[in-house]
């Protein structure tokens, strides 16, 4: 809507609504349109899991936030915020989502002539346990904090403050940028979002990592890869009716004759049609429940085929590519993931790949060759 340049005029009868108004006309305007505002931030520990409130007065939990002061910015309501409900001064300078709330969403009482609202989620980043222990709750409405999984978020929040958790989620992961929502919901949904990845729990391997070889009493059960591509990034495989994020590879089989390089070619070629070169052992999971090694091996993918039927499951997986950081994310395998992705980053310096820098993921859905 454009304002007329002059001030204190009257729209003539024959004039189009708004093209000549007052200030007061036009002040009036734009209040009777106004929305709320509010404001949220999505914090995270170093094992994924993501910070919930449990209020006194929700049956509900909710992100740290609150609704943005007069004359506020969401940026610094979402500061003023954490240091009123959890004692913590934080700099917050990067955005998730913004959702529009609709007035049908939700189910305020008609005397709370609720008009809608616009709702910023900012990434208030990954909290170490030195600072999560210096949380400070107030007296009044916090009655508790605690870290979930990504996927018991519907559990616990409301649907429509899940489904934007779950989207702020997601929009970290694929680092592109802050994401437009309507009703916890992107207008432009990604292949995250597509395929619904953190709806369900991660997988779960919090096994101790070891880089030297499998010891001879060891069987290996298992052999995975990092295949990376010529820019750095690694194949992801996701299921597609779950969402779950896992690598490139399986459990062994007679054909393979006991050599677990052989075994990660073969689920490559079957799971993913990938093709792989210059394979790197990297080191191996023990697993104290279930005696044996996982192994894990780093490589080069010089292509993909059509996307395949995986055999024993019959479903066809979704691939993309995600620098290893977010891959990472995709995955619960606590303290010893930093150790592996350290071995995976020695490996592929070893085959003359680049590191790649956190970006938007990209889907692979037909056959590429580099």
């Known amino acids: 809507m454009?304002?007329?340049?002059e001030t204190n005029t009257t729209t003539p009868p024959d004039a189009s609504p708004g093209t000549s108004m007052t200030d007061e006309e036009y002040g009036?305007?734009?209040?009777?349109?106004?929305?709320?505002?509010?404001?949220?931030?999505?914090?995270?520990?170093?094992?994924?899991?993501?910070l919930v409130q449990h209020v006194d007065y929700?049956?509900?939990?909710?992100?740290?936030?609150?609704?943005?002061?007069?004359?506020?910015?969401?940026a610094h309501a979402a500061v003023r915020e954490l240091q009123e409900e959890l004692g913590v001064t934080a700099r917050v300078d990067r955005g998730l989502v913004v959702d529009w709330v609709s007035t049908e969403s939700v189910n305020a009482p008609p005397d709370m002539r609720f008009p809608g609202e616009i709702l910023h989620v900012f990434d208030g980043g990954t909290w170490s346990d030195d600072r999560i222990a210096t949380i400070r709750?107030?007296?009044?409405?916090?009655?508790?904090?605690?870290?979930?999984?990504?996927?018991h978020l519907p559990d616990l929040l409301a649907p429509r403050?899940?489904?934007?958790?779950?989207?702020?989620?997601?929009?970290?992961?694929?680092?592109?940028?802050?994401?437009?929502?309507?009703?916890?919901?992107p207008i432009a949904p990604g292949v995250l979002d597509t395929v619904g990845v953190l709806r369900t729990p991660r997988?779960?391997?919090?096994?101790?990592?070891?880089?030297?070889?499998?010891?001879?009493?060891?069987?290996?059960r298992q052999s995975w890869v990092w295949a990376f591509a010529p820019d750095g990034r690694v194949l992801v495989l996701l299921e597609p009716d779950t969402g779950a994020a896992r690598l490139p590879g399986g459990t062994p089989e007679p054909d393979d004759h006991g050599d677990p390089e052989a075994t990660l070619r073969r689920e490559a070629a079957e799971e993913a049609a990938a093709r792989l070169a210059d394979a790197v052992y990297i080191g191996h999971l023990v697993d104290p429940e279930e005696?044996?090694?996982?192994?894990?091996?780093?490589?080069?993918?010089?292509?993909?085929g059509p996307p395949p039927v995986d055999p024993p499951t019959g479903r066809t997986h979704v691939r993309i590519l995600a620098a290893p950081e977010q891959a990472l994310e995709l995955f619960?395998?606590?303290?010893?993931?930093?150790?592996?992705?350290?071995?995976?980053?020695?490996?592929?310096?070893?085959?003359?790949?680049p590191a790649a820098a956190p970006g938007p993921v990209t889907e692979l859905p037909g056959p590429v060759t580099w």
């Open 2 to 5: 454009e304002r007329a340049n």
């Open 28 to 50: 009036a305007l734009r209040a009777s349109a106004a929305l709320w505002a509010g404001t949220s931030v999505l914090i995270t520990d170093r094992w994924g899991k993501v």
């Open 58 to 74: 929700l049956d509900t939990c909710l992100l740290p936030g609150g609704a943005v002061d007069k004359g506020e910015s969401p």
């Open 137 to 151: 709750l107030p007296e009044r409405e916090i009655t508790s904090v605690e870290f979930i999984e990504p996927a």
């Open 161 to 185: 403050d899940s489904r934007r958790a779950l989207s702020a989620l997601r929009a970290r992961v694929n680092a592109a940028g802050a994401v437009l929502l309507e009703n916890g919901l």
């Open 203 to 220: 997988a779960r391997h919090r096994h101790p990592f070891h880089p030297g070889p499998v010891p001879r009493e060891l069987t290996v």
């Open 291 to 304: 005696p044996g090694a996982r192994v894990r091996y780093a490589a080069s993918l010089t292509g993909l």
């Open 332 to 353: 619960d395998w606590g303290p010893w993931a930093t150790e592996q992705l350290a071995a995976a980053h020695r490996a592929r310096v070893r085959l003359g790949i």
